[in-house]
């Protein structure tokens, strides 16, 4: 009777510990989701480290960007800007396997010396952007951007 019970309580124990961790354990989706939320925050904070490990060390867009290069650009825009916010709406991701597309529209507006105005789209017309991700091992990582041509015209 006691090796029935301790076998009844294994194999209970074997089908219910995967279908909690299925059921718990947060979906590609939600990973990319919270990969956006605690990136706008670090911004925000201007937490250049906590911005940096959203982005991929293999980061190379179409404008010549890449990993270092962004960090030294957030370095001389976060000493120059303050109270910064950042606004993001109508995020729509796309997963594929190991790699995903995440579009959003984007508004951040900050102070510069006594100013404060939008340094990113505006309240009319936010910028769209279009972030392509990698699966680097169990986290998701920004790998290119597209959309910031839009602020050079």
Not at 17 to 38: M, N
Not at 39 to 55: N, Q
């Amino acid at each position: 009777m006691r090796r029935y019970r301790l076998r009844l309580i294994l194999l209970l124990f074997l089908i219910l510990v995967p279908a909690i961790v299925y059921l718990l354990w947060p979906s590609d989706e939600g990973r990319i989701k919270r990969l956006f939320k605690e990136g706008a925050e670090a911004v925000e904070s201007r937490d250049i480290d906590a911005v940096m490990s959203k982005v991929s060390y293999n980061y190379r867009d179409d404008y010549g960007m890449t990993y270092l290069y962004i960090k030294e650009m957030l370095k001389r825009q976060f000493g120059m800007l303050s109270d910064i916010e950042v606004e993001y709406e109508d995020l729509r991701i796309e997963v594929s396997k190991d790699r995903a597309s995440a579009e959003l529209s984007v508004r951040v507006i900050a102070t510069v010396g006594n100013e404060r105005g939008y340094i990113i789209g505006d309240i009319k017309t936010p910028l769209r952007l279009r972030f392509t991700l990698d699966k680097e091992r169990t986290r998701w990582l920004i790998v290119k951007t597209e959309g910031f041509d839009k602020l050079l015209q």
